[in-house]
């Protein structure tokens, strides 16, 4: 007989009953992305609007448009083979190098003078980014140093020749790295963020070979690591305008763990985007999203829509599980915040549709999940052990009671069952939801 291994975690069993309703969190959504700038196919967190500069200039419109609602954003920017770093070298003394690859690199330039702040030294200074940087020095390991947190550069001493001025020059060699997006890339993104906590994944490809493959993507992330988060997709500028095609992507997808974007036009500080550009957009506004509020008629920030929709188009993009902003008044809002699920499968309900519900569902699991692995492996199989995890995630059920999210009575327990290195534990809770649909019944006296 062969002992049946698998990975150690935490297992939340998720019983559906009639009437939950639940409420999502705010959170972090991971966009990737092309730019001639930025730290190549590495995971970058990005917090706030400070950070996103260092890293990026401020100038990747799908991170800023991710980042509007406050969540807290992760980018990975996607290269190919062909890109290559900006330079300038001294023979056997330096080598000055752009922070990253790509061709904005090319833009940064550099002079070498007598420093004007320590007089015997030498002043390296660096112009073309976000500031101006100056850098003096006696010799090259100083440099080196020095040069270590530029947002800019990097130094690197090439042999035992002392650095010597040099006029302004510029940096060159910088090749781009940004070709079309193949299939083997999105492959490769998938490998390199799987083990990444997210709360969405914002997908930048209209492809549908690839929007499958994204989708097939995070059903493994949670069934096999337990990773629980939201796919946000879009489609191609062509066809923004068409209802049948953004339906057409919902009906191919239909699961609750993913969004289809069907929002597009030009956006209030002017620039015109794409459903695919906005999908970033509707990422970063359903991990933002604090737990007592509705994603439903949320504020859209859209000047002009591609199309304002008819009835009819409305009433498809709602049947579908398509995402849309409607006009009202002055302004648009989120019609109805509705996930691709609209033909049911085993195990699911109506009210899985709702973003706020499923989103809730993934965060009850993730957050069990996170407060298991504080513990895993360091608490003994008694009943001892399993009440240190219980008065953990009973730390973690009373705020989300105070949120609002979960109804007061419920109870989260140990089973007492615990055998070998396995042990269950019950929560029972009602979960609270907003009102959306407000029915008056008027007796006119």
């Known amino acids: ?53 260092a890293e990026t200039f401020g100038e990747i419109d799908v991170l800023e448009l991710a980042a509007a609602s406050g969540a807290t954003v992760i980018g990975f ?76 550069i990097r130094v690197t001493k090439l042999g035992t020749t002392s650095v010597t001025d040099v006029a302004e020059t510029s940096l060159s060699g910088g090749t781009t790295g940004t ?14 963020i799987g083990g990444a906590d997210f709360d969405t994944l914002y997908l930048p490809s209209a492809d549908p070979a690839i929007q499958a493959a994204a989708k097939q993507f995070m059903l493994d992330r949670r069934t096999l690591n337990k990773k629980m988060s939201t796919l946000v997709i879009g489609g191609k500028v062509e066809d923004d305008a068409n209802m049948a095609k953004h339906t057409e992507r919902s009906v191919a997808q239909n699961a609750r763990y993913v969004i289809n974007c069907a929002i597009a036009g030009e956006h209030v500080s002017g620039k015109d985007y794409s459903s695919l550009q906005w999908a970033a ?113 009973t730390t973690y059920l009373k705020i989300r009671e105070e949120q609002g999210a979960i109804d007061a009575g419920w109870v989260f327990e140990d089973t007492k069952n615990g055998v070998g290195d396995r042990r269950s534990f019950r929560l029972a809770a009602r979960p609270l939801d907003a009102i959306e649909y407000f029915d008056l019944s008027w007796e006119v006296q």
């Open 179 to 192: 070709a079309a997006l193949t299939a083997a890339d999105f492959t490769k993104l998938f490998s390199a």
């Open 281 to 393: 957009w509707v990422a970063g506004m359903a991990a933002a999203t604090p737990a007592h509020v509705s994603l439903t008629a949320q504020p859209v920030p859209l000047k002009k829509a591609r199309k304002d929709w008819s009835h009819t188009e409305i009433l498809s993009a709602l049947y579908t599980g398509t995402l849309i902003a409607t006009r009202d008044g002055d302004s648009y809002l989120i019609e109805s915040a509705i996930n691709t699920l609209s033909v049911l499968g085993t195990g699911e309900r109506e009210d899985f549709g709702k973003i706020r519900v499923s989103m809730t569902i993934d965060q009850i699991q993730n957050d069990a999940l996170t407060v298991g692995k504080k513990y895993m492996g360091k608490l003994p199989n008694n009943d001892l052990g399993a009440a240190v995890f219980v008065g953990a995630y």
């Open 77 to 152: 920017r996607m290269t190919d083979a062909n890109t290559k770093t900006a330079s300038y070298s001294q023979n056997d003394a330096i080598k000055i190098e752009a922070r990253y690859p790509g061709t904005r690199g090319n833009q940064l330039r550099i002079s070498i003078t007598a420093s004007s702040a320590e007089p015997g030294k030498k002043e390296l200074q660096v112009t073309g980014g976000i500031k101006t940087e100056k850098y003096s020095f006696a010799t090259a390991e100083e440099l080196v140093g020095k040069t270590a947190e530029s947002l800019h």
């Open 1 to 53: 007989m062969t002992i049946q291994r698998e990975r150690p975690g935490v297992t939340v069993e998720l019983i559906a009953k009639a009437q939950e309703r639940v409420l999502p969190k705010s959170g972090v959504v991971l966009v990737p992305y092309q730019a001639e700038w930025g730290a190549p196919d590495t995971l970058i967190r990005m917090a706030g609007f400070e950070e996103r500069v």
